[in-house]
């Protein structure tokens, strides 16, 4: 680095009626002086850099004194940052997949799916399993008792957004407790690639539908199973009125 030149004063001669004027005193240099011949005021100052982005001003990214000092910790601090983000994404995909099939759901008009087959394990002579399909509510399912279940096939994959459930044997309710109930439908859901999807439904003991939300892709069989029975008196039997499944739009 070049010494500051000393002050002096002005000698006779030195006196010049044209040239770089100071900034400071005001007295008058030849173009090619790099200071003041006065006060030694920098003729020719540099430019200042323009000011760093915040970004840069935050440890590992601020500008070092050197061109190379810390340039190897900044590419290990971004390195183990795009790491930890892509771990990340990966362990929260299940996750995130989930999230955005859900937010699709509320945001869809739930639309109904009829199955292409119904058979149940049991059912008492004049309430067949066909009823709990059949968009009537004042009709139902017969089943002899708690164990039973129903298994809905249908013929193309869907996504399952909810289940509403009609139990008892009618909405009606002087109808309704005529018939035992079941107040646990055990849910066994069945997807296109063999995934099982397992739910427990515990119904309120009141007429009426009852919904369900679910949230399951691929669906191509419903198994019901009834449980928990109330009402199952001598001579009577569990009753299920309607069965509705509906998917997304």
Avoid at 68 to 79: A, D, E, H, N
Avoid at 140 to 163: E, H, I, K, Q
Avoid at 172 to 201: C, F, K, M, N, W
Wanted: glycine residues 8%; contains cysteine; aromatic residues 8%.
């Amino acid at each position: 680095m070049a010494h500051r030149p000393v002050v002096r004063s002005v000698e006779v001669g030195e006196e010049t009626t044209s040239g770089v004027a100071c900034p400071s005193c005001g007295a008058l240099n030849q173009p090619e002086r790099r200071f003041c011949r006065r006060c030694a005021t920098p003729l020719r100052p540099e430019a200042k850099a323009d000011p760093l982005p915040w970004w840069r001003t935050v440890w590992p990214f601020r500008r070092r004194v050197r061109a190379s000092s810390g340039r190897w910790t900044r590419f290990l601090v971004i390195l183990a940052v795009v790491l930890a983000l892509c771990a990340g994404g990966f362990l929260l995909l299940p996750a995130g997949r989930a999230l955005y099939q859900d937010t699709l759901d509320k945001l869809s008009k739930p639309k109904p799916v009829t199955p292409v087959r119904v058979t149940a394990s049991a059912e008492v002579p004049g309430h067949p399993v066909k009823n709990t399909t059949d968009g009537l509510r004042n009709r139902y399912w017969g089943a002899p008792a708690a164990g039973a279940s129903v298994t809905y096939t249908f013929g193309t994959p869907f996504r399952l957004v909810n289940v509403l459930i009609t139990n008892g044997t009618s909405v009606d309710p002087e109808e309704y407790a005529q018939e035992g109930r079941a107040l646990r439908i055990d849910l066994e859901v069945t997807s296109e690639d063999g995934e099982r999807h397992d739910r427990q439904l515990d119904l309120s003991d009141k007429p009426g539908s009852q919904p369900f939300p679910t949230g399951i892709s691929d669906v191509t069989t419903i198994r019901l199973t009834l449980h928990s029975p109330t009402g199952l008196t001598a001579g009577r039997h569990l009753a299920l009125a309607e069965v509705e499944f509906f998917q997304r739009s």
